[in-house]
């Protein structure tokens, strides 16, 4: 059984407290094509933003912008005005905790590159073992202490030897 139809992910939605400050992260440091904005979106009235958002009935939508980042799903990142306050941004362990992995080529040039912008990366990149023995990775923070990876894996990764399915690959994505 599977979701009929399904063909992939299109896109991963994220809000941000400043979106100025994301474009400017996503478009001139990382590289992503900043396609399109939508937005203002409230509703004085009604549970339009509760029925379809499961958001306080008063927050606003302040803005969006949809990024295409080279191959892989797009980004719909939002600014929202919450009307019942903000949460903390959640760290990989907590319920909701999350992160964004880009593949680069050359994992210590991309390295470089961030430190070189200012960016915060946490540690140095690490060697993968077992099945994703052939894979190096490394976190980093965006201006707003979002997670994010870098992971490359030139060689492949051990699993793929004997697997019959593999994961998709932003390098081969027609695999």
Request: hydrophobic letters at 35%; glycine letters at 10%.
């Amino acid at each position: 059984m599977a979701l009929p139809g399904l063909r992939g992910t299109e896109h991963i939605g994220f809000t941000v407290p400043d979106l100025d400050e994301a474009d400017d992260f996503f478009v001139n440091t990382i590289g992503c094509d900043r396609i399109y904005s939508l937005g203002p979106f409230e509703h004085a009235e009604g549970d339009w933003m509760l029925e379809h958002l499961d958001v306080h009935p008063r927050t606003v939508m302040r803005k969006l912008n949809f990024y295409r980042c080279r191959t892989g799903p797009n980004f719909e990142v939002f600014q929202f005005e919450a009307a019942d306050g903000q949460s903390p941004q959640p760290r990989n362990s907590d319920l909701g905790g999350h992160h964004l992995a880009f593949y680069v080529d050359d994992l210590d040039a991309a390295v470089g590159y961030l430190r070189s912008k200012g960016i915060r990366v946490l540690g140095e990149p690490t060697e993968s073992r077992n099945a994703s023995d052939g894979q190096r990775w490394v976190y980093f923070l965006s201006p707003w202490g979002m997670q994010f990876e870098l992971v490359s894996f030139p060689n492949g990764k051990a699993y793929e030897k004997d697997a019959a399915v593999l994961l998709w690959h932003p390098a081969h994505p027609d695999r």
